[in-house]
């Protein structure tokens, strides 16, 4: 049975997300964030979760443009639920995680768009591939933490994941949406 692609990518993306930050470094409570990706396979939605990746998150709504976000995740901690299907989104036709160990997003401007919403551009790195994509990121202040949320469609195939007989999005859709809860301290 062929495993989904698109579902890594959008867990790869959903870290790009997290770039709505600004002022200080705060702590990122990885037990309460999440990174997903969600594809279709023959045209029924599938999500996968990365169990393994780090942020690094400054935030100031007061001031945005000065904030930050890194995101990294071990693409080889895709989880879909199935071992046989773990093993091949991290093969060599998918994420190729041997070679490609992680997938990154770095922020490169955050822009206020309008009350608890932020405009994230930043750069996102899979397979060796980098794009510049902008997500849509909304901030939910709680306390002492904040949560970062957002989704980030991407295709796939800007990025070479799913070569070979994978290439075709026929059976794997090309579209992929990475969805991010990131919970940091204030």
């Avoid at 993306?13 to 705060?26: E, H, I, R, Y």
């Avoid at 992680?102 to 405009?119: D, E, L």
């Amino acid at each position: 049975m062929k495993v989904s692609f698109s579902r890594s990518m959008l867990a790869a993306f959903a870290a790009v997300s997290l770039a709505a930050s600004s002022a200080v470094l705060a702590d990122v409570d990885l037990s309460k964030s999440k990174v997903s990706a969600i594809s279709k396979q023959m045209n029924v939605p599938t999500e996968g979760v990365f169990k393994k990746f780090s942020a690094q998150v400054k935030f100031d709504p007061a001031k945005a443009a000065q904030g930050s976000a890194q995101v990294t995740i071990d693409v080889a901690s895709y989880d879909l639920g199935d071992k046989m299907y773990n093993d091949q989104v991290a093969g060599k036709d998918w994420f190729d995680a041997k070679t490609y160990p992680q997938a990154t997003f770095v922020s490169t401007a955050i822009a206020p768009a309008g009350g608890n919403k932020y405009s994230v551009t930043g750069k996102l790195t899979v397979k060796g591939k980098t794009e510049t994509l902008t997500v849509p990121v909304t901030v939910t202040q709680n306390g002492a933490t904040q949560a970062f949320d957002g989704v980030l469609p991407i295709k796939r195939s800007a990025f070479n994941v799913g070569t070979g007989e994978w290439k075709d999005t026929s059976i794997v859709a090309d579209e992929v949406q990475i969805k991010f809860h990131i919970v940091a301290a204030k």
